[in-house]
């Protein structure tokens, strides 16, 4: 069946160090993959996205690598700060409006 | 630029009753998702609107229905509530498919 997993429930960094937040997805035929962020009592925020025919993606401190030889994204974020604690999901797309999303990652920054 | 916006923010209902929830996209988007979010289930989709057409549907009975006006506008419904359809309802606006989508709020909706 379908599916996006993610390796890590929760992923507890201190701050100033680099986060990674991993996914896997089951489904080659996804051809674009977003990354979400979700703050308490809010929905999820646009973080960055990558289409099938790129490997890599960086943006404003956020790095998303894609690779589809093992089906694997993930989030890179650099010097990772106290707001950027939330729960990150990944999703896929197959060229439809559906969104398939992860069981998300909940991502701790410590002082 | 204005987010997308979702009505009510908070609801409670009980059993048995049905209920409406609102959202409007951002000004120039034509396709309008909704998801369902619940602590076991995630979250899941429900159905996707463009010009006032469903697109695409998730696996929900039949009770979950929507519908998109002609300014983009839509509207979600669940009639017969369940105590299971307690969950926060987001809907995302996009321009077309494989855009990013922008989710709103969500409406909390609690049924007792």
């Known amino acids: 069946g379908e599916s996006v997993g993610l390796h890590l429930p929760t992923l507890s960094v201190q701050e100033g160090d680099n986060s990674i937040i991993n996914c896997a997805y089951s489904?080659?035929?996804?051809?674009?993959f977003i990354w979400y962020k979700q703050e308490s009592g809010k929905g999820p925020q646009f973080i960055i996205d990558i289409r099938s025919n790129m490997d890599k993606r960086q943006g404003q401190r956020v790095t998303v690598l894609l690779n589809k030889t093992v089906k694997h994204l993930s989030l890179q974020i650099a010097a990772t700060q106290p707001g950027d604690s939330a729960v990150y999901f990944c999703?896929?797309?197959?060229?439809?409006?559906?969104?398939?999303f992860g069981t998300g990652t909940r991502l701790q920054v410590f002082p | 630029k204005a987010g997308v916006t979702q009505t009510p923010r908070y609801l409670i209902k009980t059993r048995g009753q049905q209920v409406t929830l609102s959202c409007s996209p951002i000004?120039?988007?034509?396709?309008v998702s909704w998801y369902q979010q619940t602590p076991g289930q995630g979250l899941q989709f429900l159905f996707e609107y463009f010009s006032e057409t469903q697109r695409n549907k998730g696996n929900f009975p039949g009770r979950f229905s929507g519908r998109q006006f002609s300014n983009s506008r839509s509207e979600m419904n669940v009639s017969t509530l369940e105590l299971g359809d307690s969950a926060l309802y987001l809907c995302?606006?996009?321009?077309?498919?494989?855009?990013?989508?922008?989710f709103g709020p969500g409406t909390r909706l609690t049924v007792t």
């Open positions: 995302a606006s996009s321009w077309d498919r494989n855009y990013e989508q922008y």
């Open positions: 000004s120039g988007h034509r396709s």
């Open positions: 999703a896929e797309n197959k060229g439809t409006d559906k969104l398939i």
């Open positions: 489904n080659s035929a996804s051809d674009y």
